[in-house]
């Protein structure tokens, strides 16, 4: 098992960055495919970035491509997520998750995700 607890959320103007991270206890980090998802309120958990395990790939979605960069210190157990020229609708509570196998095509799911951090709460203002 590994556990997870994200940090670094909070309030920002649009336009401005936010960096957040994912610090993992238990299992070896290194093992795991981690993952970004994000939910606003009345709305599904969305797929935001993932990352292998070694950290030389990663994937995200157009909503958030050339904005934000997922990366993954393995010698620190920590996965981030930085967040440059955020918009008001990038607005969510951020949950960084991790896969013990997890096929290329299925890296926006979140049901292939065995482990989920508590979220943080991410607020971008107009």
């Known amino acids: 098992q590994v556990q997870l607890v994200e940090s670094g959320g909070g309030l920002v103007q649009a336009g401005g960055s936010l960096r957040l991270s994912c610090a993992a206890s238990?299992?070896?980090?290194?093992?795991?495919?981690m993952g970004w998802f994000r939910q606003a309120p009345g709305k599904e958990r969305e797929f935001v970035a993932a990352?292998?395990?070694?950290?030389?790939?990663?994937y995200y979605p157009d909503s958030v491509k050339g904005r934000f960069t997922i990366s993954r210190d393995n010698a620190r157990n920590t996965l981030y997520l930085q967040m440059n020229s955020v918009k008001p609708e990038d607005t969510a509570v951020y949950y960084c998750?991790?896969?013990?196998?997890?096929?290329?095509?299925?890296?926006?799911?979140?049901?292939?995700?065995?482990?989920w951090g508590q979220g943080t709460q991410v607020t971008v203002s107009s």
């Open positions: 998750a991790a896969a013990e196998v997890l096929h290329t095509n299925a890296v926006a799911t979140t049901q292939e995700y065995d482990y």
């Open positions: 238990g299992r070896t980090f290194s093992g795991y495919t």
């Open positions: 990352i292998t395990r070694s950290g030389g790939i990663t």
